[in-house]
């Protein structure tokens, strides 16, 4: 299982979930672990940035700033909480 603790320092090289850690097709709330999962899979090689958006009702969009919040602020960016203390702080 990808470590939450090696994407929480923003470590690119962190290992690469298999299919059967990521999180349910069906999916419908999103706590960072999933989140970070998701990227981690798409970054790794396990799912194609479209596999990835198909199988959870991802926008690109949404999918990229997940992806720009672990690379800019760790695994704390993905909460939905901290993602508007930034947005604030621009």
């Known amino acids: 299982m990808t470590s939450i603790h090696q994407l929480a320092a923003k ?3 962190a290992p690469i979930p298999m ?10 709330r999103w706590v960072p672990r999933r989140k970070a999962q ?3 899979a798409v970054q790794g090689g396990v799912l194609t940035l479209d596999e990835a958006c198909h199988r959870y009702a ?3 969009e949404e999918f990229l700033s997940w992806q720009r919040a672990i690379d800019k602020f760790g695994l704390a960016g993905l909460r939905a909480t901290h993602a508007q ?6």
Do not use: G
Request: net charge positive.
């Open 11 to 13: 470590s690119r090289h």
């Open 19 to 28: 299919t059967f850690d990521l999180p349910e097709p069906r999916t419908k």
């Open 58 to 60: 991802l926008t690109v």
């Open 85 to 90: 203390e930034y947005r604030a702080v621009r």
């Open 38 to 40: 998701v990227v981690a």
